[in-house]
């Protein structure tokens, strides 16, 4: 697998500087690309970190903390021009909805079939030449939710890495760590990805001076 772009991780620097390699996912957003610029300089939020030339990968993303989560991922989504999967209930999947669940990514699951989800994804990622699928392993806003394991169960499946990334509200940018390959410790593994973005990110409170 091709290595990470290497970056001092403690570096903010513009969303726009950022290299996209040649095998990450990519897609053409046309005018919001200018709007998720314009939502970001408006909120001087900046990226750091090692961005990965990586055709396949899990994004597990905490903490997750404000609505704000979402316009901060989309504008960078935008601006970079990626293109990144996210799982949804099936039943969002049908018309009129449909069609724009699929342009955004949406992967659709029926959770109340047998088949487990982690084969589901597996098979989904065996299938494409690229896919990024993005989770939020805390699966809720609460302070302090434990970490769910299915976005590592699903790495360690479709042997893929996994791409931390965190939100840091205090200061204002998005960061990346370096990609973790998933062992068969389940437990440990979790644990250590929610340790690091646990010490790289901070949430949005009335402290946090945002928005």
């Known amino acids: 697998m091709p290595d ?8 903010p620097v513009e969303v726009d500087s950022i290299h996209v390699g040649r095998t990450v996912p990519r897609r053409h957003y046309g005018l919001l690309r200018p709007l998720g610029r314009w939502v970001l300089r408006r909120l001087d939020w900046h990226s750091e970190g090692p961005f990965p030339d990586q055709p396949k990968l899990v994004i597990a993303i905490a903490p997750h903390s404000s609505t704000w989560d979402f316009i901060i991922g989309a504008a960078f989504l935008y601006v970079m ?26 992967i659709p699951v029926n959770r109340a ?9 597996a098979a989904a990622f065996s299938k494409r030449d690229q896919l990024w699928l993005a989770i939020t392993p805390e ?22 890495p996994i791409l931390p990334v965190y939100f840091n509200y205090r ?5 990346f760590l370096p990609l973790l390959q998933p062992g068969d410790d389940v437990a440990p ?10 010490q790289y990110g901070a949430r949005r409170n009335s402290h ?3 928005q």
């Not at 200061?171 to 960061?175: D, E, M, Q, S, Y």
Request: aromatic share 10%.
């Open 81 to 106: 021009g990626l293109r990144v999967a996210f799982i949804a209930k099936h039943t969002l999947f049908f018309w009129p909805l449909g069609g724009f669940m699929r342009w955004l990514g949406g």
């Open 208 to 210: 946090s001076g945002n």
């Open 171 to 175: 200061r204002r940018v998005t960061g």
């Open 189 to 198: 593994g979790v644990e250590q990805v929610r340790e690091l973005l646990k």
């Open 139 to 160: 699966g809720t806003r609460t302070e302090g939710a434990r970490f769910k394991s299915g976005f590592y169960r699903i790495a360690r499946a479709s042997a893929v």
């Open 113 to 121: 079939q047998p088949e487990d989800l982690t084969d589901v994804m």
């Open 4 to 11: 990470s772009v290497s970056a001092d991780p403690l570096m």
